[in-house]
């Protein structure tokens, strides 16, 4: 079985702070790590995504990530957030058989 | 532009019938997914296919089937509505990945919300 974990349910930050999310995921074989942002009234969209290589992955708007196997994490960080990034952030994990499983999600919240 | 597409924005259902919830995607995906979305759970897998009449189940497909009769179809069936399945429904596609890994970006729909009354 796979799972993913995000910790932090609810983030509140001020504008030009540094952001970092927590997932955690549970599976013993190769996997593919994702993160989704959802903004207000839009449907989900890829941030960045980890298929192999280099562990720190870099995606859209300034976000990053770093895979770090043996503490099973794939944490998403922002130097300096901006009123735009309040959105809820979805951590995801492909491990076999095409399934694609996702965590329950960080609501972030900037506050100008 | 990529899409993938969900019949409806908004449902109303009475408990106890039979509800269809249709997603269309243009890109050939191999891989079509269900979800549910609701607050502080996350997005819930319901069932995925990988190929035309193929399905599996996800961690939550009690009370829902799906059929998958052609490769841009997927559609998602609540075979008798209870009220416990008032949520938002996603419907996603991507292609198949190497090492049947989903190792693709998956494309969402805009969501269906529905209200089992």
């Known amino acids: ?112 | 532009d990529v899409k993938v597409t969900q019949s409806s924005r908004y449902l109303v259902k009475r408990t106890g019938e039979k509800v269809f919830l249709e997603c269309v995607q243009d890109m050939d995906h191999e891989n079509m997914f269900w979800y549910r979305q609701d607050p502080g759970l996350g997005l819930r897998l319901i069932y995925f296919s990988y190929d035309v009449k193929m399905k599996e189940k996800g961690d939550i497909p009690e009370g829902y089937s799906v059929s998958r009769e052609k490769k841009e179809r997927f559609s998602l069936i609540l075979e008798s509505a209870s009220t416990n399945q008032t949520s938002m429904y996603l419907c996603a596609s991507s292609s198949l990945g190497a090492r049947g890994i989903s190792n693709t970006e998956a494309f969402f729909g805009q969501g269906t919300r529905l209200t089992v009354v």
């Not at chain 1, 702070?17 to 009234?41: D, H, I, K, M, R």
């Not at chain 1, 870099?58 to 300096?80: V, Y």
């Open chain 1, 1 to 112: 079985a796979q799972s993913v974990s995000q910790h932090n349910h609810h983030v509140i930050l001020s504008e030009a702070a540094s952001l970092e999310l927590g997932c955690n995921y549970s599976y013993g074989g190769t996997v593919n790590l994702f993160w989704y942002v959802q903004y207000p009234g839009q449907h989900l969209q890829l941030l960045l995504k980890y298929f192999s290589g280099d562990p720190l992955v870099k995606g859209i708007k300034g976000f990053e990530a770093e895979f770090i196997k043996s503490k099973f994490s794939f944490n998403l960080r922002k130097p300096s957030v901006q009123w735009s990034d309040t959105a809820e952030y979805f951590c995801a994990l492909a491990g076999g058989g095409n399934k694609l499983t996702f965590g329950t999600g960080t609501q972030l919240k900037v506050e100008l």
